[in-house]
């Protein structure tokens, strides 16, 4: 199975992801973390990279598409993978199928998790990361336990101000290749408002048809 998952931040997309690889035993690409992790290791990359995220701006395409080609091609992945905030940009989304096309696989679908803008912000402010396992967690909708809250993460772009740059990033320039995955007949859209369970359900349900 490789999949791509799509939607705007706060959308759940690593909420999901966490969930499915399970599922499906395949690897969950996040580019996010992967940028926060060359951060967090001091790497050139990371140094490139800095200045972007804290802003809620995007990372330069030749940054990005270079990270993700290379994970894409390690052996864990030749059996599938689940990406998830990649592709965020038309030459992102073209460089992907060039390098798909040239390795000889093809994509099975891109699923789109629906959240309106108005969700967004309280969804982004109120998200904790828990950096010992990955789990996400909101102090509202889904609070961590007592016993773990001193060690959970609020991402320096999950500010009411960066989230609403990332939102107008999201309908600029990652909303444009949802057409070309229509196009191709790839794109599932499902509603992401709800538990992460009722969503998982939604999606689990999208991807049997
Ligand atoms: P995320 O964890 O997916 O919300 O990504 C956090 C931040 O990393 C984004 O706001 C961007 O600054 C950067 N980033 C992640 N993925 C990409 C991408 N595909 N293209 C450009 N920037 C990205």
């Not at 690897?27 to 990279?49: Q, Y």
């Not at 070309?180 to 538990?195: I, P, S």
Request: hydrophobic residues 40%; glycine residues 10%; charged residues 25%.
């Amino acid at each position: 199975m490789r999949m791509i998952l799509v939607g705007p931040p706060g959308a759940g997309k690593g909420t999901q992801a966490q969930r499915l690889v399970d599922t499906f035993q395949i690897p969950h690409i996040s580019s996010g973390d992967m940028l926060r992790a060359a951060v967090k290791e001091g790497t050139d990359l990371g140094k490139a990279a800095d200045g972007f995220m804290k802003a809620g701006q995007l990372v330069p395409d030749e940054v990005v598409i270079g990270m993700i080609l290379e994970r894409i091609a390690k052996p864990d992945c030749a059996k599938g993978f689940m990406l998830d905030g990649f592709p965020r940009t038309i030459p992102q989304a073209e460089a992907l199928d060039a390098a798909m096309t040239a390795a000889g696989v093809t994509l099975d679908v891109v699923l789109m998790i629906e959240v309106p803008d108005a969700l967004i912000v309280e969804r982004g402010v109120g998200r904790r990361n828990d950096p010992e396992t990955g789990r996400i967690y909101h102090v509202k909708f889904d609070p961590p336990p007592p016993e773990i809250a001193d060690r959970l993460v609020h991402r320096k772009d999950d500010t009411e101000e960066a989230i609403t740059k990332r939102l107008t990033y999201y309908h600029d320039w990652t909303a444009p290749i949802l057409p070309l995955y229509e196009q191709k007949g790839l794109l599932r859209r499902v509603d992401g408002v709800g538990t992460p369970d009722e969503v998982k359900a939604r999606i689990t349900a999208t991807l049997a048809n």
